[in-house]
């Protein structure tokens, strides 16, 4: 078990990430699809062009948030301005004022607005993730869940002289198997374990690249017992991976060594599945 513990590769891409990939990809396709209809109608090709000027004011506070918003839509402005220079010449600033004035104002209220907007979405987005205690893949609790279960446990422990015990179980899973397989499964393996534990137990799910370990924080349990569980866990995974599962328990007081070892082990899980791990 050891050995998952120093090389433990990231999770799933950050919550914030995949919301801006969906942003962007609504956001840019509604852009562009204003821009085809105004064409189809025969509108203007500078106002066309004007249009889709939107899509780098959107690029740049989507990925660089207020500063990014602000200095692009002023670019944008000024691109807009040099495009609309050659009927200003012709005819005047004053019949153009309103059209010219409302897009410049169009593109800063949409840089500036957008950039304050993404900016609290992120930190939004970011603190559900600080605070996420669920794994997604299973449904079970995750690394971080576990270590401030096994906290609590331990000082409720000591405080009344109680024991409690933890179990991990490492494996790999269905490797051979389609993403959406492997997520269905991944899915109804943490729905059987939920049910197979009592409901003081607290089962959780992490990942260390294609390995998967299982947690589980069994409160007032000795080692006896743990063994009996521990027995249980590894008969159900491997039946529902086919995979060799390798478990290990640890009991407070008395098992301080193993306990040491599975604690740095889900402590490693949950320091790479925070946003910035690599």
Excluded at 23 to 41: E, K, N, P
Excluded at 46 to 70: D, K, N, Q, R, S
Excluded at 116 to 130: D, N
Excluded at 240 to 265: C, K, Q, S, W
Aim: glycine residues 10%; aromatic residues 8%; hydrophobic residues 45%.
């Amino acid at each position: 078990m050891n050995s998952y513990t120093c090389c433990m590769a990231s999770r799933s891409p950050l919550t914030y990430q995949r919301a801006r990939s969906l942003l962007m990809l609504s956001g840019l396709t509604l852009i562009a699809a204003v821009a085809l209809v105004a064409l189809w109608r025969g509108v203007d090709r500078v106002e066309v062009i004007g249009t889709l000027l939107f899509i780098p004011v959107f690029a740049g506070f989507m990925f660089f948030a207020l500063p990014g918003g602000l200095a692009v839509s002023l670019g944008a402005a000024a691109v807009y301005l040099l495009l609309r220079l050659p009927a200003i010449e012709l005819v005047g600033f004053g019949p153009l004022a309103g059209q010219v004035s409302a897009r410049l104002f169009g593109y800063v209220v949409f840089g500036v607005g957008g950039g304050w907007a993404i900016r609290q979405i992120k930190a939004t987005l970011e603190k559900m993730e600080l605070y996420d205690d669920i794994d997604d893949e299973t449904g079970l609790g995750n690394a971080r869940s576990f270590l401030e279960t096994a906290d609590v446990e331990r000082a409720r422990a000591e405080r009344y002289q109680k024991v409690f015990s933890v179990i991990a179980a490492d494996f790999s899973a269905w490797g051979d198997l389609p993403s959406r397989r492997v997520k269905a499964s991944m899915r109804e393996l943490g729905t059987r374990l939920a049910a197979s534990v009592r409901a003081s137990d607290h089962p959780v799910h992490g990942r260390s690249g294609d390995r998967h370990v299982i947690g589980v924080v069994l409160p007032e349990t000795s080692t006896e017992g743990a063994r009996i569980v521990a027995d249980n866990l590894r008969t159900q995974l491997a039946a529902a991976t086919g995979n060799e599962v390798r478990v290990i328990t640890a009991t407070h007081p008395g098992n301080e060594a193993a306990m040491a070892r599975i604690i740095d082990l889900f402590r490693e899980l949950d320091r790479n599945s925070r946003p910035g791990s690599s």
